[in-house]
């Protein structure tokens, strides 16, 4: 087996890439080898970035990763061993550069490198089926997804899987989309769509497809759900997974499949190696390469990168004001507690809608803004949705409900809300205590409510939402409305005040 990047390749890459040991052994007979290279969740990040934003230098960039690709694939063609690249979905969304650019240079990179199928991600449809239609037509490589499908004809919208033939290896790879997709993007995204269960989807599948073969399932479900996929059916290989940004850095095993993720963002170019006979995986080997600041950026896919960031730049590093303390967006804490960046943007959006209550789905915000200068980049960053304010009228047993429901979300859930204009405490799953502005809630009073056009829309399952009275999209963009405050506010320091309490 090809043994790359372990901790002392690690090191040699830091100086040259091209240092890496080749170390498969040619074999005679029936056995055969295919390497597996593989992405997951890249959102936007097609230039390199801090990974943490106290961090003083930069790793990921679709240059980099293009670098890694190529010399892998370059010295497998010269072992006689066929590589394959693949993307579990989540492409889009964000950064400023897929906000303002909708894709169209990820998906330029991706064919320039020679990416064989990716699978759609639920950020795929953000921008509208239109936007999906035309990076379909620009793709060179499979775009898959077996359990969506047309309301009307209930065909796929894209390829069920395809068929590849490989230096005498046969190998079927098929795609699923988790069907959660419809709560994760505003519904006018996905209108007309019907998301199947990607389960009972990949058991029909698999029923018609050859036995004997390779069988690959891309996915977008989430490492919890591949592993039910795995555990509940029979014939699939290797799951090559995304959605729940898994750091998967040793392949694992459930019953006879292999599950394979790469973490978030690009970070890490996912591989693995598989020894092949008589149709089967005799051995396998896998590992993350990191994507560091030290390995050279192809400059093919530099300048389709470069080209794009000069449209950008003027209008994007427009300093509009000062963070006097980080300001703290990351996944893990906006998807679990209260957040000082959080608290800015609905204590904000509040203000401006005159609103009793804000909420805003954790999900939302993406990044976070480190001590010191904001510019209109930073802002972007943060919120890429493009989403609306929208105000309405809910009475405060329909608060409570949509809050109960929020206290039963599994940790790390982007329907975690960060709150503004109360404070609330959760115990096992349940609020036990909730008061609105200085006093307890009450439960037939009616409370002007400041949200996202998403969430009015009942994303992230929130369909309490949706019986909101008075409702009115002001048709201004959260973004903007936050972009405007700190150009007038100029310094930004914000604290958490306790508003959200958990036991």
């Given amino acids: 087996m090809k043994k790359i990047f372990t901790l002392l390749t690690i090191a040699l890459v830091i100086v040259t890439f091209s240092c890496a040991p080749k170390t498969i052994k040619s074999h005679k007979g029936e056995l055969k080898h295919l390497t597996i290279l593989y992405i997951n969740d890249y959102h936007g990040h097609i230039t390199p970035f801090k990974a943490h934003y106290k961090d003083d230098f930069v790793i990921g960039g679709m240059a980099r990763i293009a670098t890694i690709v190529r010399e892998i694939k370059q010295e497998n063609g010269e072992n006689g061993i066929p590589t394959i690249f693949l993307c579990a979905g989540d492409v889009l969304q964000g950064t400023p550069m897929s906000t303002v650019f909708k894709g169209e240079p990820d998906f330029l990179c991706l064919n320039k490198i020679g990416l064989n199928a990716m699978v759609l991600g639920n950020h795929e449809f953000d921008y509208g089926q239109e936007n999906l239609n035309a990076l379909r037509k620009m793709a060179n490589f499979a775009i898959l997804g077996a359990n969506v499908l047309s309301e009307r004809g209930q065909a796929p919208i894209v390829r069920t899987y395809f068929t590849k033939n490989i230096r005498g290896i046969r190998i079927h790879i098929l795609g699923l989309v988790t069907d959660e997709t419809p709560l994760s993007t505003h519904p006018k995204n996905v209108k007309s769509l019907v ?22 399932a891309l996915t977008h479900l989430g490492y919890e759900t591949d592993k039910k996929l795995a555990q509940s059916t029979k014939g699939i290989d290797i799951i090559i997974g ?3 940004h898994t750091k998967i850095e040793t392949p694992e095993k459930i019953k006879n499949t292999i599950i394979c993720q790469a973490y978030e963002y690009g970070e890490y170019v996912g591989r693995l190696d598989l020894d092949i006979e008589n149709g089967g995986i005799a051995r396998y080997e896998g590992i993350l390469i990191p994507v560091l600041e030290e390995i050279e950026e192809n400059p093919e896919i530099k300048a389709i990168i470069d080209e794009y960031a000069s449209k950008l730049d003027k209008c994007l590093k427009d300093v509009i004001g000062t963070a006097r303390t980080p300001l703290n967006g990351e996944r893990e804490a906006v998807r679990n507690r209260e957040t000082n960046l959080g608290n800015l943007i609905t204590d904000v959006i509040r203000s401006m809608a005159q609103a009793d209550i804000a909420f805003l789905n954790g999900g939302g915000i993406r990044a976070s803004i480190g001590e010191g200068e904001i510019t209109v980049e930073h802002v972007l960053t943060v919120l890429p949705y493009g989403n609306h304010l929208v105000t309405m009228q809910l009475s405060g047993s329909q608060v409570l409900e949509i809050l109960n429901k929020n206290a039963q979300l599994e940790p790390g859930s982007g329907g975690f809300l960060q709150v503004s ?8 799953g349940k609020i036990t ?4 502005a200085t006093k307890a809630v009450e439960l037939e009073k009616m409370y002007t409510v400041a949200i996202s056009d998403f969430l009015a829309a009942g994303g992230d399952g929130y369909t309490t939402f949706k019986k909101g009275k008075n409702y009115t999209d002001t048709g201004l963009l959260i973004s903007d409305i936050l972009i405007d405050y700190i150009r007038s506010n100029k310094e930004i320091k914000v604290i958490t005040d306790g508003r959200i309490k958990k036991d």
């Fill in 195 to 216: 998301f199947r269960d990607p389960i009972a989807t990949a058991k029909e599948l698999l029923e018609k497809l050859d036995a004997g073969n390779l069988t690959i």
């Fill in 421 to 428: 204009g109360l404070r609330m405490e959760m115990q096992n």
């Fill in 242 to 244: 995304g959605h729940s």
């Fill in 433 to 436: 205590a909730l008061g609105i």
